[in-house]
């Protein structure tokens, strides 16, 4: 690019390339170079500008020219005119684009055994390609429009029907929500029942903390209620209306809940109107026998069921569902209507076509052998290397929860020096609201890629081995 | 399939596929007809079903594959299983599949001119699918993860550039927040806002209405401001300490604010701590001249700047951003991450490439170009053939508003007679918060696929026409 340099005040050089092509071009160049020079603050405000004339001249513009940027600026507030005065700069104060807000992430840890992730390098890119082409060649004009806040019609019968087959969630696809995580639906189902005169949202404890979170951001108390090998106990407080649970595998102590137990809930629930919100992360990952139906099935109209594509397919998707209880369905479709509206709809078309085609399926017979066999090696290879470490929970999911021994080093201390080797874990108590039940770690399984998954086990084991002999 | 029928009990008959294939068929389709015997209320609670042995002679089972099955149902609440005793149904109340919630969509109008909808024909599916191909091949395999609550950071790059090269924005990666939308964005301001002890949202009236319902679902008010047409009046209600504005092309009257506005907005912000909020929904398309820079441009750290691929692309893409002011972007990110987490990654992966590759560009002159002839033409036609209305505004964005004459129907006629002919248009009473300024319909002339596009616009001058010349 060819430039030229013109002076046009006492205080600063404006580079304008005026050599650049068409006479727009030169407006262009010309505009741009004015309002970096006043926002960058080498004009400074009150600067007199010259004469429109006297600038076109200067630089070989039409006058016209400099009158329509004159305008421009004046018009975004970098210049101030006034009629019968030399047009001027206006009070902008200079602006330095330092770094701000949250620190810059690193990345991610050498050795990620972190829970609740799915291994990344397993997402069937393929087939997530083909459905959206697929989609793109197929759906209608108006697909692209804003749709439906509960979800493309089309993913919303084929969940209902999915649910029915794999999990035994009884429902339609106008009680389906689609939204973007779990922790979304859980957000707006308990901005309703805010809404609705509830203050509480009795949780698991030990729990995913970031659920109770959310409730609170949603105004509600998180109340912890305990877990012990059968699930969750089911002495709720009184004044109950709420309760969140994960009935197929308890995160992060991997229990069932018991057949007694899950009677009890819905008992609960019926005499009190109660609503039992099943919290299906992982059901599709169940290793030693059929997983347990969804608790939903046993009471449509008293559980609201959520389930998830963050691992079963990858977080990043963002698709999530929710069967809805009748009467609570209306009131989350009207908030998420004025929140943000709807998921991405070919996103949504594209896992519909993943779980009509039979894709879906596919991907989940292969996942669960893979992940399988990583719990079982990894429970083996501890049961020979680290005996004190007790394995709890069913056979079951992307992660195991290790009880320490109770004379050895304290959690705190395991985690930091597991971290310190890169090996990243969760410390149980992390997972309590109240003082923890025993003293442990969750080890994610699924989270390092099929070529990492070795190294982060042999990190974790030697790490662990080490610390407990010692 | 074939199919074989055995009585069980006094009841009912159970229809199992005993002749299916392998054992394990065999099991399940036993077990699926008990739960749904149950569940159908056919097998009524108390029912005592006959021992695991009788059964399975009766079935032609092994009598392992009948307790399995019992265990199974106990453990998901169908049956209750007591030691020494029979096997039993529990209770589990009959549910009728009937359809709940709110009621079914119908499909869109025949001629469709709602305003804020770009035309859905012309989403360049080709330029999505390619960017997603090349996504897929090339992103590594953290990028299916759990991702950055801001966004990820090639999208944030590729938008920092973009947004200041043409729409005057400084901000840099770190102050970009992606979202789902504006309003996405905006509700989480408003609920960060109302943490931080504001309690009021000046809006202007008229406004978009879906965005003052947002600040009231965060708790805040929402006050509104007046518009004439130099845009809104900066007479701020005195315990005002955030604004939301339209400064490019209002909506829906379609003024720009005016240079001494502008001023006096920025300059009321620096005074009060207060916090602009400026929505440049449709700035890519101005026809007349060369857009006016973003306000945000002049206070960096008092605009929240938002923008939104809804109308430049497609709403269904569900992506937008916002460039925050240092001091809200922490607690906006923390919001983020505790409710929806980030925006779906893949497909911001897209349009960062979109943004990067000039794909996005080239759309965007294809588009104005069309935007530009259909605006012409429907003001030419009014015009010409229905001169008693008065189109108002800015010649940009998506939409013309329509001032009515006062002595003529009233709106809500003139909008009852356009539906009733098919033709959606929104009435400019509904974006009002007060009495109206005026009687008016806001017409969208992107909305239509552009074979429908001079049937609809045929169908709104014709109607218009009748209406005001009887």
Known sequence: MSESWTRFSRELYLEVDVAAGRARGRRLALERALREAVRSGRLRAGTTLPSSRALASDLGLSRGTVVEVYAQLAAEGYLVTRPRSATAVAEVPPWAAAPAGPAAR?????HDLRPGRPDPSSFPRAAWLAALRQVLATAPAESVGYGDPRGHAELRTALAGYLGRVRGVRTTPDRLMVCSGFGHGLGLLCQ????????????????????GQLAETAGLRAVPVSVDERGLRPDLPPDTRAVLVSPAHHYPLGST???SRRAALVAWARRAGGLVV?????????YDRQPVGALQGLAPDHVAYGGTASKSLAPAVRLAWFALPTRIAGPVTDLRRVTDR?????????????????????????MRMRYRRRRDHLVSLLGERVPRVRPVGTS????????????????????????????????????????PPAQGIVVGYGAPAGHAYPHAVEALVSGLSELLHA
């Open 192 to 211: 309703v029942l805010r809404g609705l005169g509830d203050d509480v949202l009795a949780v698991e404890d030990p729990g995913l903390p970031a659920l």
């Open 257 to 259: 809940l018991h057949p």
């Open 106 to 110: 690193t990345g991610p840890p050498r």
């Open 278 to 286: 099943e919290d299906d992360y992982d059901a599709e990952f169940r």
């Open 342 to 366: 709807h998921s991405p709809v070919l996103d949504q078309l594209a896992l519909a076509r993943l779980v009509s085609s039979g894709a879906l399926d596919r991907h989940l017979r292969r």
């Open 396 to 435: 079951a999911g992307l992660h195991v929860t290790l009880v320490l021994p109770e004379d050895g080093p304290t959690e705190a201390q395991v985690v930091a020096e597991l971290v310190r080797r890169g090996v990243a874990v969760h410390g149980l108590a992390g997972h309590c609201r109240r003082p």
